[in-house]
């Protein structure tokens, strides 16, 4: 009989292998296991890092040292050659901003404090290339998911403490894209819909924060460019009048004896009215930043006036995003239609311009993923990349 070979037993293989309880070769971020098969390889939040590696301390200060991504690690020199000259530049039109998000951000993901900020430029990396060659292997989509995973832990470590709030906000940007990207619709939002808007209020705690002069240079420029300027925007058609009588009267008026409920209302059409008439590629994000709780709180109620304001929203974006980026390209038509079928035939009057924007999509009720973005006021810039 042959004798059996020793081999070292080991604690910090993903937990998929784990839990089908076969050996994990560790490789990362995703094991030959979880390769071969196409499915997600999950670590926990103690296991190896999928994204860093770290020398032991060999200066006299005992500081670890970055070594930046291993050669050992094909997949991950991929990823940020393709987020380096690809998919960054999909993040902004402005030529400032793009440079900065291509050259200046990647540079901050290598401090070995901001992990998360490469676990989420990784994500974004990984998502694009998956999107942009429907018959790439399934690593791409299974390492984007990973390193998402990844990413959100580190964020949620981190937000409590001395993370550099502008490594953080620029993880929660391409974090808050991705999510907004798994969104398998608009409405209604539910539990499992929440993270992007979680997401979405840690970006607007995080702005409001106090930057210091060492926080400023190419960081502040990068703001500038996200900054949604008011210029004058390609959509000729005048701002939908429905819109603008949809409080005045209509069924179930006394919903707006509520103050708030008014004034979410009226703060949702008005800063509506403002992305309909400013520049798309950095104003229509604003929309989405300037909406209450209690807006969001409506449209999960399924309230008629919130459904109507956001089936405007979409068959807005069904024409601006026409020549826009990868991550915004989904069919916002079918998702007008389905929201628009979701009401009865008293709110018909406020529905006229929808109607006329849909070409026959009413009938099609399905939202259908194509793309990947986040809608905040950070720029929703054009990007001459696919």
Known sequence: MAPIRPHNKTRSGCKTCKDRKVKCDECLPICQNCTRRGIECVWSSTGPSAALVLREP????????????????PLILELMHHYSTSASYSLSSDPEASRIWSS??????????????????????????HHTDSTSLPRYAAAAHTFYQQA??????????????????????LVGRYEFASLAKLCPLSSSDS???????????????NRTESQDGDFRLLLR????????????????????????????????HDASVRAA?????????????????KCIGVWWSMMSHTFFRLLEEQRPRALIILAHYCAMMKHVTRDGPWWVKKQWGKEAARIVSMLDARWAPWLGWLESQLDGEREIQVFEFTGSGFLTWIDAGDGGHS
């Open 225 to 256: 460019a996200m900054a949604p300027p008011y210029v004058p925007t390609n959509f000729n058609e005048d701002f939908p009048l429905s819109l603008s009588t949809l409080l005045s009267t209509g069924p179930d008026v006394e919903e707006l």
């Open 265 to 281: 209302y009226q703060d949702s059409i008005h800063f509506l009215e403002i992305a309909w008439r400013a520049s798309f590629h």
């Open 195 to 209: 993270d992007w808007y979680i997401t979405h209020c840690a970006i607007r705690r995080n702005i409001a924060k």
């Open 58 to 73: 060999s200066s006299s200060n005992g500081r670890s040292t970055w070594a930046g991504p291993s050669s050992s690690d």
């Open 152 to 173: 959100k832990i580190g964020i949620h470590s981190e937000e409590e403490g001395t993370a550099d709030i502008n490594a953080a906000l620029m993880a929660l940007c």
């Open 104 to 129: 200046v951000i990647p540079k901050m993901a290598f401090d070995p404090q901001n992990q998360y900020l490469l676990h989420a430029i990784l994500a974004f990396s990984a998502l694009h290339m």
